[in-house]
């Protein structure tokens, strides 16, 4: 998206429900590709959060009310205890990762290494997912092999 140049750094969030952990993998990621990023992570991120500056948001998805972005890539749901609408807990953690899928206005970009019930539920309507197997099914990608 960045190298076609159809999107800027500011078009981009990183929706993570749990950031612990989390930022040690994309902060060094966006780094060696050279991509500025802003961490929107505690209550003085929150502060002083400047919605225009050129970075990628990592934000998380409390942090992320009220802001909208052209594309929002969520990270991380499948590190989420399954969903259970009977558990309190369940169903305010389910609604924090719902709000960064909301929090996208026109691409929502979802990771995961191993399938879970958030994304059973996020997947329903077929008429507007597409997935795919990254590198392999991804157009617009060579791979070797």
Request: hydrophobic residues 35%.
């Amino acid at each position: 998206m960045l190298v076609s140049g159809d999107r800027k750094p500011r078009d981009i969030a990183v929706v993570i429900p749990r950031y612990k952990g989390t930022l040690a993998f994309i902060c060094p990621a966006l780094e060696a590709l050279s991509i500025p990023f802003t961490t929107v992570i505690t209550k003085e991120d929150k502060k002083t959060f400047n919605r225009t500056a050129d970075t990628v948001k990592i934000i998380t998805p409390h942090s992320a009310k009220g802001h909208e972005f052209p594309v929002v890539f969520m990270f991380g749901l499948d590190t989420l205890k399954a969903f259970d609408p009977t558990d309190v807990e369940s169903v305010n953690v389910g609604r924090g990762g719902f709000v960064g899928a909301t929090r996208a206005k026109d691409q929502l970009l979802i990771t995961y290494t191993k399938h879970n019930s958030y994304l059973d539920i996020l997947s329903t309507d077929e008429t507007y997912v597409r997935r795919w197997l990254w590198p392999d099914q991804y157009d617009g990608v060579e791979t070797n092999g």
